[in-house]
């Protein structure tokens, strides 16, 4: 069945620093890709997605590419700020658009 | 934008008793889903759904039923309430490869 691994959390990161959080995936066919973040207390919101290999999501400054030969999806951001620190989930869409997500990785930013 | 609707953020209940839990989307999708969100457990689909009286078993079906009577309503039933059933539960609707959007969140706490 698919299944999606994404790197331990928590990350903790200084403003302004690099973000990079792993994500692979393990699926037949050809799945799109999501990463969804979750703000404290609230519930999950689409951050970008991709629906094909190569193509490359992006919003709010976050950027992941799907990687066919590599299984990954990866999500980035060049200089992340106080209010980036939250949950962001990897996940895949499969039949009857069921999506099938990562375990979370917490993000805590610090000033 | 596409709004999910959840009927409570808090709920207290005693065990044994009957719950419901109501999700209403405005934006015609096809497909809606319950999921419960767990410390460390990530979340787990619960049922969905992807048509008017239609439903379908997810990971954890146990101790659950589900009732999809119009298209943009979708009701989450816990028959007998269980302490094990504490939880962060989740509703989100769908449509073709646009990825999934959710409520808020009900936080269910059964005592």
């Known amino acids: 069945g698919n299944s999606v691994t994404q790197m331990e959390g928590p990350v903790t990161l200084s403003e302004e620093a690099f973000l990079t959080i792993n994500c692979t995936y393990t699926a037949t066919g050809y799945p799109s890709l999501f990463w969804y973040v979750q703000y404290p207390g609230e519930g999950l919101q689409l951050l970008l997605k991709a629906t094909k290999a190569d193509d490359k999501g992006s919003n709010k400054g976050f950027e992941a590419t799907y990687r066919k030969e590599t299984t990954s999806f990866h999500l980035e951001k060049g200089s992340v700020q106080v209010s980036d620190s939250a949950v962001y989930f990897c996940?895949?869409?499969?039949?009857?658009?069921?999506?099938?997500f990562g375990t979370g990785t917490k993000l805590q930013v610090i000033p | 934008d596409v709004k999910v609707t959840q009927s409570s953020r808090y709920l207290v209940k005693r065990t044994g008793e009957k719950v419901f839990l109501e999700c209403v989307q405005d934006?015609?999708?096809?497909?809606m889903f319950w999921y419960r969100q767990d410390p460390g457990l990530g979340l787990r689909l619960i049922y969905f759904?992807?048509?008017?009286?239609?439903?379908e078993k997810g990971d954890i079906p146990e101790g659950y039923s589900v009732s999809r009577e119009k298209k943009e309503r979708f009701s989450l039933i816990l028959e007998s309430a269980s302490t094990n059933q504490t939880s962060m539960y989740l509703c989100?609707?769908?449509?073709?490869?646009?990825?999934?959007?959710f409520g808020p969140g009900t936080r269910l706490t059964v005592t």
């Open positions: 989100a609707s769908s449509s073709s490869g646009r990825g999934q959007y």
């Open positions: 759904s992807y048509d008017v009286k239609m439903k």
């Open positions: 934006m015609d999708h096809e497909n």
């Open positions: 996940a895949l869409s499969g039949v009857y658009q069921k999506v099938t």
